[in-house]
Structures are given as structure tokens and as C-alpha cells.
């Protein structure tokens, strides 16, 4: 389970140009229309395409409640600049008290290449080492999506090598770069501040 702190919807992450705070009912438009770009969602294993506001809002209630139970932690990503708008998305899912977890991400395509994702994703990987006994994160990500790739190694993932997942919202099998990152070897390599947790 994840720890308490973060059960709370008040829970917000503080990086140096980003708020990390869980998804809210307001974000469906904005979730819809980024997820729902073939260059975002095509790149992942999980997001459908064509992506439905509907699917947004299935989506936030899902996150909410796993948040609430203790049972992940999916975070929305926030511009200071503009707190209200969710520009994309991160999350943990498993069980941190058997040691591990599992690490995903993704954001809008108009926000590359300004390096928020490294930000963001640092950030969190500290956040779950220091609010939970996890031991180790994994993580995959398809071979043809190497900004994420780029990033998991930024961060210290190292390849367990190439493998199939089934993979419904792609139409069957995806071929994927398994990754695997232990505590005490995660970087910091992106200028992100130490995370700040906040209840307000």
C-alpha cells in the first residue's frame, strides 16, 4: 500500500516548474485531447486510440480511487504557470510493501523536448524511495519510443532486455524494453529541486 500522506486528493508533488497532484474531474478535456494524439497515445502500451473524452473520465475516476485506496499513485502534471491545466500524466502501480512497483508516463506532444517529463519522472522516483519501502521500480516502454527510453536511463533504469506484453489497446502483442531501477541507484540529472511534498 502506498502510505498515507499520499491518500489524501490535497497530496501535491513541488518540482522546479511543475506541480505533480492527483488527477481531477476538471482535467478530462485537457487528458482527452493529449492523450488522445496518435503521436502520444500510439507510443505507449496501454492508451487507447482513438481516445474518447469518455475514456478520460473513466480514467480520472479509476486513478482517484486506487489514490484514495492506497493501492497506486497517478499523478497529473501541471505547469505552474498553469495549475489547472493536467498537460500529462505519471503513475506507480503494485504493491511498495512486497518491494516493488511499476512505473509509467506519459505527456503531451506540446510540451517535448523541454526536458518536464526528465523533470517530473526524477522527482517521483525520489518520492517513491522515500515514502515507501519499495526496493526496486520497473518499468517497459515500446522499443519505438525512445524519448522514454532516453529518460528511464537518465534516471538509472537498466534493460532486462527485449520482451512481448499483451497488449489490447495496440490490437494484440507489443514489443517492449524491460527496465528495472534499484534504490540507491536512481539519478538526479535534470536541475529538478529536491521534490517538496504539500497537503495544501
Not at 482535467?27 to 503521436?39: K, M, N, Q, S, V
Not at 522515500?130 to 522499443?143: E, L, N, S
Request: charged letters at 25%.
Amino acid at each position: 500500500m502506498f502510505p498515507e500522506v499520499t491518500r489524501d486528493d490535497i497530496f501535491r508533488l513541488e518540482t522546479k516548474r511543475l506541480w505533480l497532484r492527483w488527477p481531477r474531474a476538471a482535467d478530462a478535456e485537457a487528458i482527452a485531447r493529449y492523450a488522445g494524439d496518435p503521436e502520444v497515445a500510439l507510443k505507449t502500451a496501454v492508451i487507447p486510440y482513438p481516445y474518447a473524452r469518455s475514456h478520460a473520465e473513466s480514467f480520472i475516476l479509476e486513478a482517484r480511487n486506487g489514490n484514495a485506496r492506497g493501492e497506486s499513485l497517478i499523478l497529473a502534471l501541471a505547469l505552474k504557470t498553469q495549475p489547472h491545466e493536467a498537460i500529462g500524466m505519471i503513475g506507480a502501480q503494485g504493491a511498495p510493501e512486497r518491494g516493488t512497483t511499476t512505473l509509467g508516463f506519459w505527456l503531451g506532444r506540446p510540451f517535448w523536448g523541454q526536458g518536464l517529463m526528465g523533470e517530473a519522472a526524477s522527482a517521483f522516483v525520489d518520492l517513491l524511495f522515500t515514502v515507501t519501502g519499495v526496493q526496486q521500480i520497473d518499468a517497459m516502454a515500446p522499443r519505438a519510443n525512445e524519448a522514454s527510453l532516453r529518460i528511464h536511463e537518465k534516471l538509472g533504469f537498466v534493460s532486462l532486455g527485449v520482451g512481448s506484453i499483451a497488449a489490447p489497446a495496440r490490437g494484440g502483442e507489443l514489443t517492449v524494453e524491460r527496465m528495472r531501477l534499484l534504490r540507491g541507484e536512481n539519478r538526479t540529472l535534470f536541475g529538478a529541486r529536491r521534490p517538496k511534498l504539500t497537503s495544501a
